[in-house]
């Protein structure tokens, strides 16, 4: 059965900088292109980042140039490097294959205030 755990997340002023990471057990994510999602309150969840087996990386346009996806085989861990943090940025993280094919796990809380 594949897990993921998210963490990470907190309060951060706007301007600031996080970094999330997703615990993935079960499965090898060099098995699979994985990514990070969001979800704003009130709002859909949306794809923020992915990264495939070769390492190429796609980012949603918002977070494109302020967000850096990556991951540790060795620790098969995914994580999110989050800089330049606004408001709008506020949302639940979450990691997943693509597709989200797997449960859902507890999400990274992000909140961006002053």
């Known amino acids: 059965q594949v897990h993921v755990v998210e963490s990470g997340g907190g309060l951060v002023q706007p301007g600031g900088s996080l970094r999330l990471s997703c615990l993935v057990s079960g499965v090898r994510i060099t098995d699979g292109e994985w990514a990070w999602f969001r979800q704003a309150p009130g709002k859909q969840r949306e794809l923020v980042a992915t990264?495939?087996?070769?390492?190429?990386?796609n980012y949603e346009h918002s977070v494109k140039d302020r967000f850096a996806i990556s991951r540790d085989n060795g620790l098969n861990t995914v994580y999110l490097q989050m800089v330049t943090l606004t408001p709008e940025d506020t949302a639940v993280y979450y990691c997943?294959?693509?597709?989200?094919?797997?449960?859902w796990g507890q999400g990274a809380p992000v909140t961006v205030s002053s």
């Open positions: 997943n294959t693509k597709w989200g094919i797997y449960a």
């Open positions: 990264i495939d087996q070769v390492g190429n990386r």
